[in-house]
């Protein structure tokens, strides 16, 4: 058996749909990841002790891969360490110092198979900046599509994993082995999924509370826009910043914090990772965005934390 383990997103996705056709494949068993976690699970070991050839693709694993004990056709994008594993071959531009912005485009690359597909990887995964690579635009104009619809082909796309349904991020690359991209704007499960995720999110950025220019949300919902509703309130609304707290996310609390550019002059987000973490909770950002799963009943301190640094 042919075994493809993918990322949840639209270039995950996309790449194994044209790892199928690339290869010819008439069987084949697609797995991805339980959403959010960046590891094999139980159920992907079993598959790959079942699979005579497997392959990996725009999923950063490398701890995993380096472990698998089959011949193994690694593809990604992201900067990871090379693999010592001598069953594994791995394509990652990367690894020379070349930057990639999409898996769809390695793989395009290394097979020489070229379609609409490859340029909704790069859609997917670096947005409107896709349109400025040339044979990403060449490729949707070949295939009649508009950007304003390949970047809500992306949106249908995602809408599985951001309703957090592996399963249905598996099926999404048989639907797209069946079906035209033109008909797929229609395909009505992923239209009504993204139209429940674009309700949820408008219906937690209307329950906004602003105080001292930075904007406060709380809401409930299984699905993962904690940090669509962050970046909508900084970028379109214009706040200072943003603290968005989902208090029932499968049984955890997610909280989101973003700062505009201006206000990293102030905050030291790096800080306020650092004392989360010594909460107990998962946390983890950068310069402008913390994001921290913890316990239901640790809201109130991590946002005391948060508070402090709102001045
Ligand atoms: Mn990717």
Redesign the pocket.
């Known amino acids: 058996m042919h075994l493809i383990i993918h990322?949840w997103?639209t270039?995950?996705v996309t790449s194994a749909a044209l790892l199928v056709r690339a290869l010819n494949l008439e069987e084949f068993m697609n797995l991805t990841a339980p959403i959010g976690e960046f590891r094999f699970d139980g159920r992907i070991w079993g598959a790959i002790e079942r699979a005579e050839k497997l392959y990996v693709l725009?999923f950063n694993v490398p701890h995993e891969v380096e472990k698998v004990n089959v011949p193994t056709l690694f593809i990604d994008?992201?900067t990871q360490p090379k693999i010592n594993n001598p069953l594994v071959e791995q394509v990652n531009p990367s690894l020379e110092g070349e930057y990639c912005p999409?898996?769809?485009l390695v793989l395009s690359e290394h097979f020489g198979i070229w379609n609409a597909w490859s340029a909704l990887?790069a859609v997917?995964?670096i947005g409107e900046k896709a349109f400025e690579i040339e044979a990403v635009d060449k490729l949707l104009r070949k295939a009649n599509l508009s950007r304003a619809e390949s970047l809500r082909l992306v949106e249908l796309i995602d809408s599985n994993y951001i309703a957090m349904e592996r399963e249905a991020v598996e099926e999404a690359v048989r639907v797209l082995l069946e079906n035209s991209v033109r008909d797929l704007l229609e395909y009505e499960p992923w239209v009504r999924k993204a139209e429940a995720i674009r309700e949820a999110i408008e219906n937690a950025v209307s329950s906004v509370e602003e105080r001292n220019g930075f904007a406060f949300v709380e809401f409930e919902s299984p699905f993962n826009i904690i940090s669509k509703v962050a970046r909508k309130l900084v970028w379109e609304h214009g706040h200072k910043g943003a603290v968005v707290v989902n208090k029932n996310f499968h049984g955890k609390a997610q909280v989101y914090f973003r700062i505009s550019r201006e206000e990293t002059e102030r905050i030291e987000m790096g800080e306020v990772i650092a004392r989360l973490k010594e909460l107990g909770t998962n946390t983890g950002g950068k310069r402008e965005v913390l994001g921290c799963i913890c316990e239901r009943g640790k809201i109130g301190d991590v946002l005391t934390i948060i508070n402090e640094y709102l001045g």
């Open positions: 990322h997103d270039d995950g725009d994008h992201h999409s898996n769809s990887g997917g995964d």
